[in-house]
């Protein structure tokens, strides 16, 4: 009887103490976890089933490693806003799958993707060939965006947080230099100053960085 009060006690403080987590951890959709993510909801849920299944062992013994996953989690969170190459080495970054109707078959094996999942997502947005997407990107959550030649293209950030994106200004068929030419056509001399670019509509989108007080 006194482990079950034990036990019920612990499943109370548990739930708000998670809850709380959580709720710091910021709001999340299922598919948008990140790897650090997914980890931390792991080795929590795994911290809290031990806390439970050894009701002789102190509290304070899984209490501490879940503040300790949350502050991991934080700490990875602003290094992810101030870092775009930390962002790719965590989360990894869009893959082209299909281009101009045509499927990369290098980029599918590169990202260990089959056909299967592939028209499977691909039906599962009414797509029926191939040869109507312009462009499909494999997010780092592992879901299909697919763009349509009659609807919107796709918006690829051509600088993030100052850094140039080689890897999208090739896929819109330019060059670094290219990119920097342009900058410098707008009044904008060094991209280490940009907050956010991108190609529209056959112009350049800029946003410089706010400056700092």
């Known amino acids: 009887m006194n ?21 710091v951890m910021g709001k999340r959709e299922v598919g948008e976890l990140s790897v650090i993510d997914v980890v931390v909801f792991v080795i929590m849920a795994e911290v809290a089933a031990f806390a439970l ?3 002789d062992k102190k509290l304070i013994m899984s209490i501490v490693p879940i503040i300790i996953l949350l502050f991991i989690q934080l700490l990875s969170s602003y290094f992810s806003l ?15 799958i299909i281009r101009d109707g045509i499927i990369q078959e290098s980029e599918m094996r590169k990202q260990r993707y089959n056909l299967d999942d592939l028209f499977q997502q691909l039906r599962e947005q009414q797509i029926g060939s ?7 990107f ?9 763009f349509k030649y009659e609807g919107t293209q796709p918006v690829l950030a051509l600088i993030t947080d100052g850094v140039i ?36 509509k056959a112009e350049l989108v800029i946003q410089l960085k706010e400056k700092s007080h």
């Open 82 to 96: 101030k870092s775009k190459k930390f962002r790719d080495l965590v989360d990894g970054d869009p893959s082209v």
């Open 165 to 200: 994106q080689s890897r999208h200004v090739k896929i819109i068929g330019k060059t670094d230099q290219w990119l920097v030419d342009e900058l410098k056509s707008n009044g904008v001399n060094d991209s280490a100053h940009v907050f956010y670019c991108s190609f529209e």
């Open 3 to 23: 482990d079950l009060l034990i036990i019920s006690y612990r499943t109370v403080l548990l739930y708000i103490l998670i809850l709380f987590v959580l709720r």
């Open 130 to 136: 191939v040869k109507e997407v312009s462009f499909a």
């Open 53 to 55: 299944d050894s009701p």
């Open 138 to 146: 494999l997010e780092p959550s592992g879901n299909l965006s697919v």
